[in-house]
């Protein structure tokens, strides 16, 4: 069968890239496009590479346009997602590339992000270790899914495994990430010229303010399995997040897209090499579109351009006493479309990996 | 008085870099400039960009041509400084901007370059917190200087007044730089090709193996004054670096110059903000070429581009227990030749920003 | 069926290219890769990028190991062709990415590259107007196909309409390329490296000496279909482009891949804006791949990265007395490794667009 | 003595690149730097780069706040100097960066900008070819000054001794630029985000309708010296640009600064290769920020940048006809904040050198 597919946000990079790739989606027919100030406009003035979609033109975002497909993604700005939610009630799977439905806590929602909270809808990263499992299990048939934030989920990725299988200390977590300015949107502020960008390396909410850090413990205090963790979650705190500190910054570099996460974390007392490097193997080791790299090996972001695939390299600094991975995504396709539409996929009961593709655009 | 000088490894990147700042230096008169396999051709054909050195011809690097200059700086890839130094004893003052003689630890030399030790030379960073004082203490008459590895001096300076003053951990620092490919010379090499480096974020030497690695603790050692210290370097160990460790990352991102280094280490007990802030607001507050921004304010590596300065921002991340320091240099000055412009400065009793701009060319 | 195929010069970017087009391609299987020095690796060392052809490893680049296969792609330096083509006379189709099968004059094939002269083959540019027609018919069934130079296939797309519809003056072309260092391949040449093209744009071969010069007249001689260009060609010369001149200068701008080609020639007495614009609109408005954007638009080569889309803007300017076709290609797609794709899909009865996509990666 | 300037325009590019040449200028104190909408704040949060103006505090943009210094310079968006000149009257030194001042047609004013004419004054292109003259001798002692757009100072300064000799032929000039984005100033428009620029080239203002091109007819125009031009001027326009056309072309690429211009024009007939090289010898032999570069060499933006130099290369193609030049410029020095400060240090007879640099920062 042939799904209706409305997007919005359709003038943004992530609706944008998520039409990208549903344009290549042989289950797919995208009816809808909208867009807010733009319009009534043709979409490919927005979007001039996407040739195949040329006859589309971008709609108002109302709940009126977008209801009557079978499925909906929203590529809002942050906290503007509920108003539509709330009103598409009959839409059979509605995929938030958003905020508003990742976080599980009422006090990370209100200090990192404030206005109206929004239920956690199912985290559409699959390959995340899950109290056990992955969230893959999760997105089965699901039909209220969360993309993820791009910086959130490429840490996530990198260092869940080692927190799953307690080889490393999550108590100490330092995360600098270089990043393309395509993840801030088109917004029109004064540092995301281009005059600003080029030649520069340009570091931005510095010292714990970024959004994505609360999405980062939610998600690695998930990956952990041991009954204490499951007891101290109940306990002492709504997201179970305690024992997780983060260091988060990051820092936008001259490359239009692309994630390079430079993640690590103290080694846990006692765990080998063989431990360590063994987590991170039997947590990804099946998988096609998250792979661990061989020892020694380290990826480039360009690697990943236009392809969903997470590449991590893993080194284990006895030195330092740190566990060092460094991991490359395409920030906007394992970091939000490609995580979207694979989500999508699963939910559906689709092959998970069509439309997508594994080898990068490179050099 | 006018000082004669002699520039080895003049068709190199620090080589350039030297001329170009020494060509604007009204004590000095550019006398000779030497190379390896280029020698017999004009300098403008390697360094077009110096067009007021465009009568000069690279000379063989010889110790004969070399000699009989009032200074003699060298610019040679790393292990080649020593068989001219040896040779060249009377030339009042040397200034090596390799690394043969920056380390004082035979077996850190050793383990991370190998070949022939030679004796350490005072250190080319004058703003750097040592022993109480400060580097630039040592550098006055100085006749042996060794310009300091860019990314090594960049970290050092970022850290050094937390590690003098107590109110960091140095035990468990991490640091993570963006960093432009001019830092790694001229060599041909397939990773450096543009196409491999454009558009593209690339990790090299992680996991504890980078040069820098020795220089830096050497470093943040030298800064600590406490009796504790004093007594612990003498009885445990030749450097003195016991309790300093560092997870060190550089990633190659696409500017052909700049380092901006996020550097982080736990907060030591007790210690509150105005201690941290007050540290490095008492080192560097009388310094014209470092520079600690306001609160909340970080810097861009194009802030720095041509300028001697060091730009760096502080945070205080009690979440994440750590103070985090950001901080911008132009790798090829404040990294390299104006670091060895301003240490030759003060060795001769010259004004210490002579020939040295603190302004960046920004956008 | 599916068809074997083997590649040579795989651990370069062309090559490199063309395995990542027939990867994605459900008709053929890539049974074999070749390279020169690397040989004996893992393909996945020299394209990390190519996750899905992990499996392979690179080979010797001789005529044993090329034959026995359905299709050979030759990936080679200029000038290496020749000696593999003629040893691999039983295989069916043979694609050379290289220079060696473009040229149909001698003279210019001395003059411009020089060494031995190979016969001309089918060029493969199919959507290339071609005495009345357009290369793609003689692409049907071709069993020995040159795929284009970059450059030369941009510029030539851009003018050959208004050549065969006579409303240009091809006397007096005027063409200049903003173009990405890939299309120099991986050599290791101090002016390919990142340091030298990041942040500068770097003209080169100025002045009448690029290779791709002779293709190019050669291309648009090909276009016109009079009586008159037919006896000229007859009776004057072998290649037939008397009264073809093009001022080219290429410029090395930061980016890895794409071409930017502005070509203008004069407007023919006479000509209307209806004229000039329907020659284009005729040639192109029934093509996939090569598309011509409304008027006042014009194209950015992001809008084609990774696709194998030709788009071109056109304006008539009559105060300079000039038609101006600005075409914008993704070298590696369009210009090279797409174009070989493409003609082989024509050689072969395939879809023409099997594993072709014509959406860019953006931004 | 010791002048007071103003600066207006001071949070942009243009009046940032002002105040960074005139920080190190002796004989300037900069009093006050005045803005739009930033006025009030810091100069240093708008301009993070000028650590030694950090004292300045913008002030409102008004006659009476710039009224009272011996110099004023006028960095604002074109068709807002007008207001401003008239109103100081008593400056005795006014500067325009802007547009309002540089043409002498109404008819070119209404057509490519529109609003209100102003007179034109003294254009500050010092080394330009002017009736057998250079303009230098026309701003000694000017008090009021045109300084050039970027790209048309370019391509003027690229073709004026061609036109000066008569060895070109004016009337088929094609001129395409490689120009960073800074050129464009600071403004908020889609088309300016690092996203839209960085990994690709992008065409602007095609066929035509660019704002330069009756800046650069003007200037080769009056670079002509022959009585029949003259006769021309005064008898057939106001302007006396006839016969002077030219198809020019600018292209966005990734790099924040830089022109690289490739400007062709016919060769005029009997023309020989020592006459046209020998006319831009003898026109800029003896200059020092305009240099011919020996033949077969042709320049990099990366060797102007931070520089006031204009680099040009050379080639007379016969096979095409054409004369090729080939200029580098920094657009924010040579192109226009060196070009007012050049332009100053004449008109006030100090050394015309002063504040500026020849050798750019490079790589």
């Avoid at 995208?30 to 589309?56: K, M």
């Avoid at 108590?171 to 540092?191: F, M, R």
């Avoid at 010292?207 to 499951?230: M, N, S």
């Avoid at 705190?237 to 001259?254: N, Y």
């Amino acid at each position: 069968m042939t799904y209706s597919v409305a997007v919005s946000g359709a003038s943004g990079y992530a609706g944008g890239e998520i039409l990208r790739l549903l344009a290549a989606h042989p289950d797919i027919e995208i009816r809808t496009v909208t867009a807010h100030s733009n319009a009534g406009q043709p979409l490919i003035e927005h979007q001039p590479h996407l040739r195949s979609l040329a006859h589309l033109e971008l709609q108002e975002t109302t709940p009126e346009i977008l209801a009557g497909h079978d499925i909906v993604f929203l590529a809002l700005p942050h906290g503007q997602s509920g108003q539509y939610t709330d009103a598409l009630g009959d839409v059979p799977l509605i995929i938030d590339a958003g905020a508003d439905h990742r976080l599980e806590s009422v006090a990370d929602w209100d200090r990192f992000y404030g206005g109206s909270f929004h239920d956690p809808w199912t985290y559409g990263v699959p390959e995340l270790p899950f109290r056990g499992g992955k969230q893959r299990e999760r997105l089965v048939g699901a039909t209220r899914i969360a993309a993820p934030g791009c910086n959130a989920s490429t840490v996530s990725l990198s260092l869940a495994p080692g927190v799953a299988a307690g080889v490393i200390d999550p108590s100490d977590i330092v995360s600098v990430l270089a990043v393309g300015p395509s993840g801030a949107g088109k917004s029109l502020k004064p540092h995301l010229l281009g005059s600003e960008l080029l030649g520069t390396a340009n570091p931005y909410a510095v010292g714990g303010v970024h959004r994505h850090i609360p999405e980062i413990r939610q998600a690695l205090a998930a990956a952990r399995v041991t009954d204490a963790d499951a007891s101290s979650r109940s306990s002492r705190s709504a997201t179970g997040d305690e024992g997780i500190r983060i260091s988060f910054t990051p820092v936008l570099v001259p490359m239009a897209r692309g994630i390079l996460a430079t993640s690590s974390a103290p080694i846990a007392p006692g765990a080998t090499d063989a431990d360590i490097r063994g987590a991170w193997e039997a947590a990804y080791g099946d998988e096609t579109f998250v792979q661990l790299l061989p020892e020694g090996s380290f990826p480039r972001t360009a690697d990943v351009l236009g392809a969903n695939t997470a590449l991590m390299g893993l080194a284990i600094d006895r030195a330092a006493n740190r566990v060092v991975v460094v991991t490359a995504v395409d920030n906007l396709v394992k970091g939000t479309a490609g995580a979207a539409v694979q989500s999508m996929n699963i939910a559906l009961g689709l092959s998970e990996d069509r439309a997508l593709t594994v080898n990068g655009v490179a050099p």
